[in-house]
Nanobody, 125 residues
């Protein structure tokens, strides 16, 4: 069983950057493909980015492509989301996820086995 804890959220202005972290407990982090999701008020949770177990393959939602970068450090059991050129529409609670299944394709398909508790990102205009 994996426990995921996000950090790094906050209040920033449009155009600023933030880096989110997701720390995973246990010794099985490298066995999981990982990802980020977000949920804005009144909206459904949506996929943001995914990264394979080996860090070899990534995928992004069109809305963040070119601005966000997902990465992981298996030695530190930690995943990151570097968010640049933030926009007010990026405001949401961001969740870390461990995939039981991930296939990066068109479309990308997945099954989330574990969720973090979320971290708030607020971008002011």
């Amino acid at each position: 069983q994996a426990q995921l804890v996000e950090s790094g959220g906050g209040l920033v202005q449009a155009g600023d950057s933030l880096r989110l972290s997701c720390a995973a407990s246990g010794r099985t982090f490298s066995r999981y493909a990982m990802g980020w999701f977000r949920q804005a008020p009144g909206k459904e949770r949506e996929f943001v980015a995914a990264i394979s177990r080996s860090d070899a393959t990534t995928d992004y939602a069109d809305s963040v492509k070119g601005r966000f970068t997902i990465s992981r450090d298996n030695a530190k059991n930690t995943m990151y989301l570097q968010m640049n050129s933030l926009k007010p529409e990026d405001t949401a609670v961001y969740y870390c996820a461990a995939f039981g299944f991930l296939r990066i394709s068109r479309p990308t398909t997945f099954r989330v086995d574990y969720w973090g508790q979320g971290t708030q990102v607020t971008v002011s205009s």
